[in-house]
């Protein structure tokens, strides 16, 4: 089933993998407890591209993303109940490793944005909206972190998101 998100330019690369055009997946990492995001990017050198203008932190603005090895594979397009990955950032520094570890002990949720560009074309992602995911069960250790992250899981949320109690809406009690 094809992805609507991604842009016609995307799909080519994925179909037909051009000459002198590389897909450069880029990760947002993102916890209220961290200063600024992490934003990594599979390959050798870093890279500076502009974000898409809706999104939650620097919107519309160019940003580096630092180099860094991982393996990511983009969620399944299918009717899975939640889609599920796994994430894995190798050879990270005590940077990321501590803020992390930092995170993982708070009460709120730790968010991962993947967003996919062309090298040809870093004046915003080739995916909008771009995918946002909520990583957890992270390990990490002196060169490895790994997680696994997954789509909003809608069908554990409460529908309507109002509870109806007895004492909150007194004209159910009989």
Excluded: C
Excluded at 43 to 65: C, I, M, N, Q
Excluded at 73 to 99: R, Y
């Amino acid at each position: 089933m094809p992805d609507p998100a991604l842009s016609q330019a995307l799909k080519e690369a994925f179909a037909s993998a051009p000459a002198g055009t590389v897909i450069l997946d880029t990760l947002e990492i993102w916890h209220p407890t961290f200063d600024e995001p992490i934003r990594v990017v599979r390959d050798h050198a870093d890279l500076t591209a502009r974000l898409e203008a809706s999104a939650p932190r620097d919107g519309g603005r160019k940003v580096t993303f630092a180099a860094l090895a991982f393996e990511f594979s983009p969620p399944p397009v299918d009717t899975a109940p939640v889609p599920e990955i796994t994430v894995t950032l190798d050879n990270v520094g005590s940077d990321i490793t501590d803020a992390l570890e930092g995170a993982a002990i708070s009460q709120q949720v730790i968010e991962i944005t993947w967003r996919p560009y062309l090298s040809t074309d870093l004046d915003g992602p080739h995916m909008d909206p771009p995918i946002t995911m909520t990583l957890t069960d992270v390990e990490a250790d002196a060169m490895r972190v790994t997680g696994r992250a997954r789509m909003l899981d809608a069908g554990n949320k409460s529908f309507p998101s109002i509870t109806y109690t007895a004492q909150r809406f007194p004209g159910l009690a009989r």
